[in-house]
């Protein structure tokens, strides 16, 4: 098998495994909502929310910045890697324990508070996760990612079947998803060695550099956390349990179909880092096809979730949720703003410009606070969605503006105008058919149009797709990596 086939082969399996992920996650949600309910799902994603703030403060940043630094040439990522994930892990473990300290001072029912000392654990996996994922970006071994998880999510859902056959606690269920992600890091930092040696590491003079390289995004980031949790937060000290939980069964949509965004601006950063050094106008061509492919993918998404987002959430959520799929369809928005926001942040690593939208991010987050603010007394969890939406368009926007000011790169709307015009077919037809046929026939028939129409008027052109594809392979045969049969 070629080179170029292998890695186009693994770049199959990673989204093929994301989309078991994806599925194997939807199952397990639709069996929380309907066991806990609308308060016992508002507790869940009080506990979440909260455990994910203090996570966020605790990246720094340091996931894009190894991504970003181990692609370029004479780095020691042993000691680069090992290092970033010490200093990770020792953040991790201060900053969530004074999380779980700090919850006693809300006004919370026990029962969250004690979710968030159990949960703790569980975000710092994740932290240590999301540090190795730039090992796997580098050598273009992302499905293995995906492996792991996906045998993270059978743990999640055989810990929450357990969960509902006994009877138990929303505690166990916590306890469950902290099992799934160490699960997820053993298998992740199994596979991890066959490309770096981890290793606690203590090289201070090394801390210092990367602590300075992370610092702007670790300002970014902690701003940007507001923006994206503010709402759930907010919304669970003004309201009830259960309005946190018909939010929350909408917004973990949102959170499972933004891990694709993520796995394709990933794909890129490699790339956009290492011809942004030395090719500028290689740099932009990426930059704007992978613009290109993201529009083809996010009308569709957002115009088959506005018409089919009620019987969905009634679906996965039972009667109880029929309210989260008006909420929904705000937030169907927000997650194409953020699929545009991953691709437009990670141009700007890139390109060593995270500085300069760290403004955005404290912009968008006073934005989000006074949204949230004046919106949710009057709205509820309608107006947590338009708080959220707003400040992901405005992030995504601003963020765009940057880079075109910056490096003098624009965004061509031609694919994007042909994605529209394949959109007006996709709405023609879900407006003719019925109601009641059910949504999965409605949602395949539509979107086949649509697809179809994309592809007839050259709105799809697949050889994009296989150049950014080739310029990886090429990036990996500079470094002289080559991956074997037994790597798939």
């Given at each position: ?199 606690l590491a203590f090289d201070f003079s090394l801390w210092k550099k990367i ?252 050889g994009e797709v296989k150049e950014i594809i080739s310029l990886r392979k ?15």
């Amino acid at each position: 098998m070629s080179l170029a086939r292998k890695v186009a082969h693994n770049t199959l399996i990673q989204f093929v495994g994301k989309g078991i992920g994806m599925v194997l996650a939807l199952v397990t949600v639709s069996l929380m909502l309907r066991y806990l309910g609308q308060s016992g799902f508002g507790q869940y994603t009080t506990i979440m929310a909260y455990l994910s703030v203090f996570s966020i403060m605790a990246d720094l940043g340091l996931y894009l910045v190894v991504t970003r630094e181990i692609s370029k040439k004479n780095v020691d990522q042993d000691k680069f890697v090992s290092n970033a994930m010490t200093i990770k892990g020792l953040s991790g473990l201060l900053i969530l324990t004074i999380g779980s300290l700090v919850i006693w001072l809300f006004p919370y029912d026990p029962i969250v508070k004690w979710g968030v000392v159990v949960g703790a654990a569980s975000y710092l996996f994740i932290l240590l996760n999301q540090t190795l994922i730039g090992v796997f970006q580098k050598y273009f071994s992302m499905y293995k990612v995906a492996v792991a998880e996906v045998v993270g999510r059978v743990v999640w859902l055989i810990a929450v079947i357990l969960v509902i056959y006994t009877q138990s606690s929303i505690l166990y269920m916590i306890f469950g998803i902290a099992l799934s992600n160490l699960v997820n890091f053993l298998v992740l930092f199994f596979y991890s060695g066959k490309y770096v040696k981890v290793h606690l590491a203590f090289d201070f003079s090394l801390w210092k550099k990367i602590l300075i390289m992370t610092a702007p995004l670790a300002f970014s980031v902690v701003f940007n956390l507001i923006y994206f949790k503010v709402d759930t937060l907010f919304l669970s000290i003004m309201k009830s349990e259960s309005d946190v939980g018909v939010y929350g069964a909408a917004y973990k949509v949102l959170e499972v179909l933004i891990t694709f965004a993520a796995i394709f601006a990933g794909l890129l950063l490699p790339v956009m880092s290492r011809f942004f050094e030395e090719d500028r106008k290689k740099f932009a061509e990426i930059y704007k096809k992978g613009f290109d492919v993201l529009i083809i993918f996010v009308v569709p998404l957002i115009i088959g979730t506005m018409f089919l987002a009620e019987p969905i959430m009634a679906f996965f959520g039972g009667s109880d949720f029929a309210d989260s799929g008006n909420v929904l369809k705000l937030l169907i928005i927000a997650t194409g703003a953020i699929f545009f926001s991953h691709l437009f942040g990670n141009a700007a690593v890139a390109a060593n410009k995270q500085h300069k939208t760290m403004w955005v991010y404290i912009f968008t987050a006073i934005l989000a606070v006074v949204l949230c603010l004046w919106l949710i007394p009057k709205y509820s969890y309608y107006g947590a969605a338009m708080s959220t939406v707003i400040s992901e368009v405005s992030a995504a926007i601003f963020i765009a503006l940057i880079i075109w000011r910056l490096e003098k790169v624009g965004l061509n709307f031609r694919i994007a105008g042909k994605s529209l015009f394949a959109g007006i077919f996709m709405v023609i037809v879900l407006f003719i058919m019925p109601n009641s046929w059910n949504f999965a026939i409605r949602g395949l028939i539509s979107v086949l149009i649509y697809f179809g129409i994309a592809f007839l008027i050259r709105a799809i052109l697949i050889g994009e797709v296989k150049e950014i594809i080739s310029l990886r392979k090429e990036e990996l045969k500079k470094e002289g990596v080559v991956i074997k049969n037994n790597d798939l």
